[in-house]
């Protein structure tokens, strides 16, 4: 079962953009890289899934070197509304779903 | 609003009661999932059904703990002889699951348990 590690917490500013790296170095070939995004009293929402090189859809770009030992979630032109906490999560698509692991996750804060 | 939706959002309870949550998840989802989230923490897997057959339950999930989802469709999740260290947010997801992708999960809005 791959170990993610991410940072705790990362403040940023409106209008930049983040990107939030995380580490996974005993991940399996089979392995997907999933992060979620979750706001204050509700559940996590799924914002992005790949396998390597990169992701992009409406909402952030995935990118996973070609090692895949980690992977940065980019956030173009964050707004206030992009405070929330992002847990990445690596595994086997078909796993167990006990082996579905969030962490603590990074805790971001957007600025004005 | 993702879809999924839990029943109640909020929950006061004594220590010693018993607590029934419900969820009612995406209507063609198959799988369905129950996680709990102390403060601070990610959420932590409880248990999963696939259509009404409860497939894996975590070390988490005491004896006090059971879940159902008759007919494959909402799930109960109750606690019996609640503890202070029940006092938590229980999350409700559910997924359609062909052949993998076990990670695209719909997360209901959670029901926050608290024990007195």
Known sequence: LAKTTQPISMDSYEGQEVNITCSHNNIATNDYITWYQQFPSQGPRFIIQGYKTKVTNEVASLFIPADRKSSTLSLPRVSLSDTAVYYCLVGDRGSSASKIIFGSGTRLSIRP | DTGVSQDPRHKITKRGQNVTFR???????????????????GPEFLTYFQNEAQLEKSRLLSDRFSAERPKGSFSTLEIQR??????????????????????????????RLTVT
């Open chain 2, 23 to 41: 969820c009612d998840p995406i209507s063609e989802h198959n799988r369905l999932y129950w996680y709990r989230q102390t403060l601070g923490q």
């Open chain 2, 82 to 111: 609640t503890e202070q260290g029940d006092s938590a947010m229980y999350l409700c997801a559910s997924s359609l699951i062909l052949g993998q992708s076990s990670y695209e999960q719909y997360f209901g809005p959670g029901t």
